[in-house]
Structure formats: C-alpha cells, structure tokens
C-alpha cells in the first residue's frame, strides 16, 4: 500500500540555519507530493506541491523536489526564521477518484531566536 | 466568510455518549474528509465523502458514522465514544477536478477529551 516516511523530529535549529527534512514515500503509480504545516491551534495549510518527477514546489522561501528514482520529497529552506516553527506533514496521494491523502507522522520545527 | 468551519472546537464527553462533530464549507467542494491526529501517527483516514449521499470508508472507520446529505456539510458522529477516540479531529475539503491536482483545505479541528 501507499507510504510516507518523514524524519523523526523534533527539529530545533538556530534562526538563518539551513533546514532540511527527509521525507520518502512507497505509492503505486505516479503519486502527487504534498508538504503541508500546522501551526499551533490551527488546522493544515498546504505549503507546496508537485505533481510529476522532477517538478519543484516552492513557496515562502520553502522547496522540494520530486525525486522518482529515490521516491523522495526532501523539504529545503535555506533561512529559516522563528516564525517557521510549526510542525510539517509530508504527504501524497495517488490513485483515481478521492485522491486521498496518505500522511507521514509529522516532524516538529523548533527555530530558536 | 468563505471556508471550512469546524464545531465545536473542544469538546468534553464520557464514554458511552453520543457525540456530533460538525464541518460546514462554503465553496461546493465534491470531496469532504474526515482526519484523526494522533501524536505518532500523523493524520488517519476516518470517512470521506465524494458528493452528497456518498460516503465511504478510509483507514480507521471503526466506531465512527458520517453523513452527507447537503454537498456543504459533512457530520461525523461517534454513537458510543471511547476513551480510545480521544483525539483531535480535522475535517478537509477539495474540489473535484484536476485529477489530484486540487489540495485539501482543512478545517481548524476539534479536540476531542473522551473521559
């Protein structure tokens, strides 16, 4: 079946450090990639997406890339500031229909002023 | 306000009672889900919804009932809560087209005490 790995958190990084976070992914066919982020009391917002091998999602200064070959959607964000603190969801869906969504566990980022 | 609403946002119960939760939308969105966060698991697939009248199972449906009887509103009832659905509950929305193009919108979620 379908399957999302993120990295364990939590994550906690000084402000303007470099942020990556792993996430790899099993799906028959050709998934869609999803990162998403829930801040605190709050529901989950889409932060980026791709939709075919290779494509890049970005937004906010956050980016990742579609990688087929190694099945992974690895989020990037070269500054990160305090108020990226959130806890991000990596996630994909595949198939027909519903599209529905298959989560990974979550990772939780800390940025420290 | 356009969007997805959920209520209430915290709910205190005991076990054995009945308990609504409810998630409203105002953009006419085809699909409606519904989404359990638990510290270790992300978010699981309870129901999910692809228009009015049609409902059907995701991951973890056990102990659960949902609705749709208009295209804005999706219902999620546990007729005889348990101390193991204590939860937060999120409720999503998306628009039919686009083939898996098209992201969930979710709610703000329910936090859910089962005592």
């Known amino acids: 079946g379908n399957s999302v790995t993120q990295m364990e958190g939590p994550v906690t990084l000084s402000e303007e450090a470099f942020l990556t976070i792993n996430c790899t992914y099993t799906?028959?066919?050709?998934?869609?990639l999803f990162w998403y982020v829930q801040y605190p009391g709050e529901g989950l917002q889409l932060l980026l997406k791709?939709?075919?091998?290779?494509d890049k999602g970005s937004n906010k200064g956050f980016e990742a890339t579609y990688r087929k070959e190694t099945t992974s959607f690895h989020l990037e964000k070269g500054s990160v500031q305090v108020s990226d603190s959130a806890v991000y969801f990596c996630?994909?869906?595949?198939?027909?229909?519903?599209?529905?969504?298959?989560f990974g566990q979550g990772t939780r980022l800390t940025i420290n002023p | 306000d356009a969007g997805i609403t959920q209520s209430p946002r915290y709910k205190i119960t005991e076990t054995g009672r009945q308990v609504t939760l409810m998630c409203h939308q105002t953009w006419s969105h085809s699909y409606m889900f519904w989404y359990r966060q638990d510290l270790g698991h992300g978010l699981r697939l309870i129901y999910y919804s692809a228009a009015a009248d049609i409902t059907d199972k995701g991951e973890v449906p056990d102990g659960y009932v949902v609705s749709r009887s208009k295209t804005e509103n999706f219902p999620l009832t546990l007729e005889s809560a348990t101390r193991s659905q204590t939860s937060v509950y999120f409720c999503a929305s998306r628009s039919g087209g686009g083939q898996g193009l098209q992201p969930q919108h979710f709610g703000d979620g329910t936090r859910l005490s089962i005592l």
């Open positions: 799906a028959t066919g050709y998934p869609s």
């Open positions: 791709a939709t075919k091998a290779d």
């Open positions: 996630a994909l869906s595949a198939g027909k229909g519903a599209q529905k969504l298959v």
